[in-house]
Structure formats: C-alpha cells, structure tokens
C-alpha cells in the first residue's frame, strides 16, 4: 500500500489550505454567530453564494466525484480525495462551499451512476452547479432502521405514477429552502425476498402530499440551513419514470451510495480531530495553572501524545479503505469500510473530549468548533449504520474468514 500523495494531489491540497486560510477560517465566528441566531433558521447564510462562485472559479468543485463517472468528475480517485475531504472537516460548513457536502454528495454519485438521461438534466446538473441542495429519506421512526428491511414506506404502482405512504425521519437537508429533491427508499413489493422489497424513487420536495412535521434537533441543535426532519408522505404521486435502476433494486442502489458516504464521512471526521488536536497543543502551550503552563503536565502531554497516536492509526485505515474501495469497489471494501466506521468516530469522539478538557469552560462553548465536532463524531456512531451493526457484520465475516 502506497499511500504518497501525487503532485496533483499535493498541489490541490495546497491550493485548498489558501482557499480555507483566505476565505473559510476568518468567517467562522460570523458563520457561528449567524447559525447561534434563531431568527435565522432554515435562512442560507449570505456569504455563502460569494464562496461557492470563489470555489468554483479556484477549480475546487465537486472534488469528491470518483474518477469513473466521466466528464461529471473533476477525476479524483477516493484516495485522491482522502486529504481534501480532510482538510475541509476542519471548518463543518466548508464542504458545502465547494459542493462536497452530504446529502448532496451521496444524492449526486446515485443520480450519476442510475439516473436516467431525463433525471440527470433535470436534477443532477442543478446539484452539479449548485444551484439547488437536496435531501435522503431512509429512516423511520416506527421501526428499528438500522435494519433496512424493516422499512414500511409504500411505493404502489398505479397506472403510469407510483403513490408513495410513509413516515421518515431524520431526513437530512429536508429543512433547508434550497432543497428541491428528495431521494425516498420504500418498499415496493412486501412478498419479494428479503433484500428486493425496496426501491429507491426520486420525489419533488413540492409534491403534494409530502408535509413535514418538525424538525428534529441534535443534541440541542436543529443545524440549521439544512437541518433533519420528520416528513409525512401521504398518497405522494410521481411519474414512475422517477424510480432509479427498476423495483427491487434498492439495496443494491444503497450500497452503492453509503460505501462512499461512510468513507467521506470518515475523511471529514480525521480533519475534525486533526484541528482539535491542533486546538489543544495552542492552548495548553499559553495557559498556567498553579505556576506552570498546561503543557508541562504530565496528563496534559499523555493527552495529546494518545490523541496523535490515534488520529494518524484512523487516517492510514481510512486511505487504506480509500484505496480498496478505488481497487475493488464496495462490495471488496465492506471489511475496511466497517472498520474505519468503528474506529473513526470513536477515535474523534476521544480527541474533541480532551480538547474540551484542555480548554475547560472554553471547550463547551462556540467560541471554538471542538463541541460541534464532538456532536458531529456522537452522531456519526449512529448514521450510516450504528457502530452494533458495523461490528456485528465485521465480527460476522472474521469468524467466516477463519473457519471456512
């Protein structure tokens, strides 16, 4: 395994710190400021518009496209893409600025490898240019939806549309008023074999019938633009041309799509440790206490000692998953991708709580971004599949490893 980044690569990643230095970091407190305002819920913060048309004229759009999906992809392989999602965790709304933000990402690698000629023109290559957001409507609140198949939503055909019944949750970039798609998983066929009951079918966020009831706050927080909600799907009717790849095939489609959601998210999650890290070392290095400054202690040091050691372990397994999912897909990557999924919110969720720690009262507020990165790592142990199942398959396929 070779994980030395290429001088393409290295001049990107370079030409992405200036971007962050220049344009991202000095914004973060009025970014904090304006999101902490409730009067400006589900509102697009103003400068963001400004930095997306600075991005895209820098050349840094659209970077997390693999490399196979023709003259859609700036040509990056994940591994490629690795340092960049990383450097742009370090600031949690970056990613939108150069449209590498999920849902978008995820809805943007399904439209590409299963939309229609039709789907592409008419949603994808809005997403592309960013001109509107959009969301993902899996999870239900009525049933256990770290098991897939447990999901009830009905989609019916009748005559040339299909009629969508159903109650979603934590339905990510719903809130936000840019948001012009859904992207909705249901079950189109009850008595098929377990894993081709479901299909997954595009769906207007105007179409009648789609209502949302609330939005659903983490930890406190209803992250705001693009938030999560609770959307009720009553006799929702859309063109059955709208359904992605045929019934039956919504499984398939979602492996497709949470392999590489996983690995971004993963990506994102090493620039959040990384920045705490960082965080930390600054300020135990300018703050005493009892005569001596933080860092002298010995606590203070293992601290930060452990925490290096644990984010430069998370960051190989990750390229290392980068680089199985550009070899051999998915479906060759699952091993790794369960590990990473295991390891690296935990291992960030550890780090953000001894920057906290180290910076006391300070770390709690938002007067630094180590809070928000503890929640994002908490949170992530739950999407994209809880750490239970992750250990559960993994653990699954190691026993069959060692006794077939």
């Not at 960049?84 to 590498?100: I, R």
């Not at 939309?115 to 290559?125: I, P, Q, R, T, V």
């Not at 925490?307 to 998953?321: G, K, M, P, T, Y």
């Amino acid at each position: 395994m070779n994980f030395e980044y290429t001088d393409k690569v290295k001049g990107l990643i370079e030409q992405l710190k200036t971007f962050m230095d220049d344009h991202i970091y000095p914004l973060e407190p009025d970014y904090l400021a304006w999101v902490s305002n409730h009067e400006n819920d589900w509102k697009n913060w103003p400068p963001m518009e400004d930095l997306k048309e600075k991005a895209k004229a820098a050349g840094l759009w659209n970077l997390f496209l693999p490399a196979n999906y023709g003259d859609l992809s700036p040509g990056l392989s994940n591994l490629e893409y690795a340092p960049l999602a990383e450097e742009m965790g370090k600031v949690q709304w970056s990613p939108e600025v150069f449209n590498c933000a999920a849902p978008d990402t995820g809805n943007m690698e399904v439209l590409a490898k299963y939309g229609s000629d039709a789907d592409k023109e008419k949603w994808l290559k809005p997403l592309m240019n960013g001109d509107i957001r959009s969301a993902f409507l899996m999870t239900e609140p009525l049933v256990a939806s770290s098991d897939a198949t447990n999901i009830e939503t009905s989609i019916v055909l009748e005559g040339d549309e299909y009629v969508i019944n159903g109650r979603k949750w934590w339905s990510s970039g719903i809130m936000d008023p840019r948001c012009a798609v859904t992207i909705v998983m249901g079950k189109t066929d009850p008595n098929a074999p377990r894993h081709s009951q479901q299909s997954m079918i595009l769906v207007p966020k105007d179409a009648e019938g789609m209502e949302i009831l609330r939005p659903l706050p983490v930890f406190g927080n209803v992250d705001s633009p693009h938030g999560h909600g609770e959307v009720l799907l009553t006799n929702v009717r859309v063109p059955k041309e709208n359904l992605l790849l045929g019934e039956g095939r919504g499984f398939e489609i979602a492996q497709g799509r949470l392999g590489p959601g996983r690995i971004h998210h993963c990506m994102r999650l090493i620039g959040m440790a990384q920045r705490s890290l960082e965080l930390m070392c600054k300020r135990v290095a300018e703050r005493e206490a009892f005569g001596r400054y933080i860092k002298d202690f010995s606590s203070i040091r293992q601290a930060i000692a452990k925490s290096r050691c644990e984010i430069d372990q998370a960051r190989l397994l990750v390229l290392s998953a980068a680089d199985m999912m550009d070899k051999q897909g998915s479906k060759g990557a699952k091993e790794l991708i369960a590990m990473i999924k295991i390891v690296t919110p935990m291992m960030t969720q550890k780090v953000t709580d001894r920057a906290i720690q180290a910076h006391g009262g300070m770390g709690v507020s938002n007067d630094t971004p180590i809070a928000g990165y503890w929640v994002t790592a908490r949170t992530i142990r739950l999407a994209d599949g809880p750490d239970e199942v992750h250990m559960h398959q993994l653990g699954r396929l190691t026993v069959k490893e060692h006794t077939s």
